[in-house]
């Protein structure tokens, strides 16, 4: 047993260095060749009243999930929209500091505890949250070609995105079409033979129950519409602070940057997703014209403005949550101290 735990930590520990090294590789790509002193010029001509207005844009496109999430809930159990708002800016927040988008299993650990739930049954409301972005990060890529050109690597990122989401509607549809009783039915020890499986077998069992209950329901439906508020007030922000640092980039232009970065920053990573924003933001707007001095200081400007919110907003919404910053830490770590023991 003592042995063990170690090896668990220098695990943990590697994921986490992971992370570190590709935000190094990033930041390292985008300053390599550029002149500081240009850079800071870029930075003085941005125009605070588009980019406040960027920022509201980016506040209206989480609150809407918060919304989202709200009507996903609703089989598990019933919270104010606030509530479910506070949480998506509580795991905002918690994202800013922590690495691996470990905000996603506070803000479901805060909701379980308010509904009260166990922490499985709100899963399956994250899971169809994260299908319906897909859905319709999808669709706007083949909007965005359907009005400018595109890169070939983002096309075919968009075809190979198109091809997960119909796997998850066809899972999705399966596990609504499945009978219950399967499901409700317990993995026994001489079925499965490992203690691992029958761990393994009820998560699956929970989560196909919980997707089964938020169905194609009225509210699964207005959830999937206020899906397309969230990417639309997201573009609009991007946008709009393009507009405020001096880029003539048409929305679809706009709207095509932002789908390369949430795309490039899709797979958790360092705290912030610092590095890997940086990396996808220059990258795409020097696919359109974009000198990359003035790139990469845009992708410092429009990184610490996206933060704004989420440090303000999220520190807020953890103040009034009931629990502490230390506290989230000591309840993210025996989580994972369970998970651990449970392999």
Request: glycine share 10%; with cysteine.
């Amino acid at each position: 047993m003592n042995d063990a735990g170690p090896e668990l930590t220098g695990q943990k520990r590697s994921k986490y260095i992971f992370g570190y090294l590709l935000a190094g590789a990033g930041l390292v790509w985008v300053f390599h060749d550029i002149k500081i002193s240009e850079m800071w010029e870029h930075m003085a001509r941005i125009s605070w009243g588009l980019a406040i207005l960027g920022l509201f844009f980016d506040t209206l496109c989480y609150c809407c999930q918060g919304l989202r999430w709200n009507l996903l809930l609703r089989p598990t159990g019933r919270l104010p929209v606030l509530r479910t708002i506070q949480a998506v800016f509580v795991g905002l927040f918690i994202n800013e500091f922590i690495p691996m988008r470990l905000g996603e299993v506070v803000r479901g650990y805060l909701v379980s505890r308010w509904i009260p739930a166990k922490f499985i049954s709100v899963l399956p409301s994250i899971i169809v949250e994260r299908l319906f972005d897909a859905v319709w990060l999808s669709v706007g890529i083949g909007l965005t070609a359907m009005f400018l050109p595109l890169p070939k690597n983002l096309v075919h990122a968009g075809n190979i995105l198109g091809a997960v989401v119909l796997s998850g509607a066809g899972l999705f549809i399966y596990l609504l079409l499945h009978k219950k009783d399967s499901f409700a039915e317990p993995l026994s020890e001489k079925r499965t033979g490992s203690r691992l499986l029958r761990l393994l077998g009820g998560f699956i069992r929970h989560l196909a129950q919980g997707l089964k209950a938020i169905g194609l329901t009225g509210t699964s439906y207005t959830a999937f519409g206020v899906s397309i508020f969230v990417m639309g007030f997201q573009i609009l922000s991007f946008w709009t602070l393009t507009l405020s640092y001096g880029f003539h980039l048409s929305f679809w232009a706009g709207a095509a940057v932002l789908l390369i970065i949430v795309l490039g920053t899709a797979i958790p990573n360092a705290p912030a997703n610092v590095g890997s924003f940086q990396f996808f933001c220059v990258l795409g707007l020097t696919l359109f014209g974009v000198d990359k001095t003035a790139a990469a200081a845009f992708s410092l400007v429009v990184f610490f403005l996206f933060a704004i919110p989420f440090w303000g907003i999220g520190f807020l919404a953890l103040s009034y949550s009931g629990m502490t910053f230390s506290t989230i830490r000591s309840e993210i770590k025996r989580l994972q101290t369970i998970q651990d023991q449970d392999r």
